[in-house]
């Protein structure tokens, strides 16, 4: 009996898929960095019974219609709007995340970059790295403090939960903001939900967890930071385009807000000169929240079970639904 194909789209380590390894053969991009260009990913995806993808591809209806046999798609990553999944279900095919495996992980990267941008961690790196620590003053590099001030986090997911039991630590007030109430995180953590525009003008840390979707795409535009504390810190670890980048370049210049935490941006990855890397308050970072050795490891993992249990005839651990 021949064995299933899978096709890989970026490289792994070698040990990272022997759950595939074992029940199917395996055909691997060999980049790790450079993602497979679109017509030779049209080519593979002919010939295989599934593709472990990354947010890089678009799986769309034009990659559904050259699939003469594919049966899953597991995406290497939580979110999945690189994905048509009501297209993928018209042709039958099952979607899959690797969610819970990163929410640790990325709640840590979101409170780093709070940090980070608060205590102007980059900066004062640079600085002496520069040979420009010759004397000291009390107000060298200055910052802002996290404790005891107000986080406003737009996405009460699990990251947005877990990011909330951080800020406890810190003895910060925690608001929220998402689709439906989280009424546990409202006992255990002392949450308090509020509308958008609500959390914009009180947090002094606005922390964006919002998947993106239609009703998400340039949610936080001139109009969101209008509304925030002139000395807040907008931190966004989710997707790029749920916010306008251009209003968030003037807001930061204009001084609206104080400071700003990116680890995605609109177009990845993003230019060197691009506007908003020219600005000292602002730390950049190349989409690395979930980026951890054990935690890379488990959603690479976590995709290669998902796409043996659809192989083997069984139910994937973690498929993903379309959204009404």
């Given at each position: 009996m021949n064995k299933p194909k899978v096709y890989i789209t970026r490289k792994c380590p070698e040990d990272s898929i022997k759950r595939l390894k074992n029940i199917a053969n395996i055909k691997m991009w060999t980049d790790e960095l450079e993602p497979v260009p679109r017509d030779i990913l049209l080519n593979e995806v002919k010939d295989v019974d599934a593709v472990l993808t990354t947010l890089s591809e678009d799986v769309d209806e034009s990659f559904f219609s050259h699939a003469n046999k594919l049966k899953v798609v597991g995406n290497l990553a939580v979110g999945y709007d690189n994905i048509d999944v009501k297209a993928a279900e018209r042709h039958g095919i099952t979607i899959t995340n690797t969610p819970d495996v990163l929410t640790e992980t990325t709640a840590d990267l979101a409170f780093a970059l709070m940090m980070a941008v608060a205590r102007r961690i980059v900066e004062a790196s640079d600085y002496v790295k520069k040979g420009q620590w010759k004397n000291w003053g009390p107000l060298?590099?200055?910052?802002?403090?996290?404790?005891?001030?107000?986080?406003?986090?737009?996405?009460?997911?699990?990251?947005?939960?877990?990011?909330?039991?951080?800020?406890?630590?810190?003895?910060?007030?925690?608001?929220?903001?998402?689709?439906?109430?989280?009424?546990?995180?409202?006992?255990?953590?002392?949450?308090?939900?509020?509308?958008?525009?609500?959390?914009?003008?009180?947090?002094?840390?606005?922390?964006?967890?919002?998947?993106?979707?239609?009703?998400?795409?340039g949610l936080f535009d001139g109009k969101a930071f209008e509304l925030m504390k002139q000395d807040?810190?907008?931190?966004?670890?989710?997707?790029?385009?749920?916010?306008?980048?251009?209003?968030?370049?003037?807001?930061?210049?204009?001084?609206?807000?104080?400071?700003?935490?990116?680890?995605?941006?609109?177009?990845?990855?993003?230019?060197?000169?691009?506007?908003?890397l020219s600005l000292d308050q602002v730390v950049a970072l190349p989409h690395i929240g979930s980026s951890s050795m054990a935690t890379r490891y488990k959603m690479i993992d976590l995709a290669c079970w998902n796409i043996a249990k659809i192989l083997e005839g069984k139910p994937a651990v973690t498929p993903v639904k379309s959204r009404e």
């Amino acid at each position: 009996m021949n064995k299933p194909k899978v096709y890989i789209t970026r490289k792994c380590p070698e040990d990272s898929i022997k759950r595939l390894k074992n029940i199917a053969n395996i055909k691997m991009w060999t980049d790790e960095l450079e993602p497979v260009p679109r017509d030779i990913l049209l080519n593979e995806v002919k010939d295989v019974d599934a593709v472990l993808t990354t947010l890089s591809e678009d799986v769309d209806e034009s990659f559904f219609s050259h699939a003469n046999k594919l049966k899953v798609v597991g995406n290497l990553a939580v979110g999945y709007d690189n994905i048509d999944v009501k297209a993928a279900e018209r042709h039958g095919i099952t979607i899959t995340n690797t969610p819970d495996v990163l929410t640790e992980t990325t709640a840590d990267l979101a409170f780093a970059l709070m940090m980070a941008v608060a205590r102007r961690i980059v900066e004062a790196s640079d600085y002496v790295k520069k040979g420009q620590w010759k004397n000291w003053g009390p107000l060298l590099l200055a910052g802002k403090d996290l404790h005891h001030k107000t986080i406003g986090i737009v996405g009460m997911g699990r990251i947005g939960t877990a990011l909330a039991r951080r800020a406890k630590g810190f003895d910060m007030d925690i608001l929220y903001h998402n689709r439906s109430r989280d009424e546990m995180a409202e006992k255990t953590l002392g949450a308090v939900y509020a509308p958008f525009e609500d959390v914009l003008e009180a947090a002094d840390y606005v922390v964006c967890l919002t998947p993106l979707t239609a009703e998400t795409k340039g949610l936080f535009d001139g109009k969101a930071f209008e509304l925030m504390k002139q000395d807040a810190i907008f931190v966004n670890v989710s997707r790029g385009p749920v916010v306008d980048e251009q209003s968030l370049y003037k807001a930061l210049v204009g001084g609206k807000i104080a400071g700003a935490g990116l680890d995605v941006f609109e177009k990845e990855p993003i230019s060197s000169d691009h506007p908003l890397l020219s600005l000292d308050q602002v730390v950049a970072l190349p989409h690395i929240g979930s980026s951890s050795m054990a935690t890379r490891y488990k959603m690479i993992d976590l995709a290669c079970w998902n796409i043996a249990k659809i192989l083997e005839g069984k139910p994937a651990v973690t498929p993903v639904k379309s959204r009404e």
